[in-house]
């Protein structure tokens, strides 16, 4: 099993730290944002669930939903981690 992500892992650690960083931290904004969406859509909030499904496609508005959560989270917490990085000159 290990051999199956050695190619993998020798790509992930040829990425510069800063990329990699970038990555980790969109990759948790995204993960957060859609799990808000999933809450969203579960607790029926403002009548999203039944509007959703009352739709003649509603996988449509899902994705389009999660697409929109995924670049505002991903993004919204990419900006907090190159805010949050301390200043070289310290």
Avoid at 31 to 37: D, N
Avoid at 62 to 84: D, E, H, N, Q, R
Wanted: hydrophobic share 55%.
């Amino acid at each position: 099993m290990r051999q199956i992500f050695e190619p993998v892992r020798r790509c992930w650690r040829s990425l510069p730290r800063l990329i990699r960083f970038l990555i980790v931290n969109c990759a948790s904004g995204i993960a957060a944002g859609w799990i808000l969406l999933a809450a969203l859509i579960l607790s029926d909030t403002a009548g999203l669930r039944t509007l959703i499904w009352n739709s003649g496609s509603p996988l449509l508005p899902v994705a389009m939903l999660a697409g929109g959560f995924a670049i505002t989270f991903g993004s919204a917490a990419m900006g907090a981690a190159i805010m949050m990085l301390r200043n070289g000159d310290e």
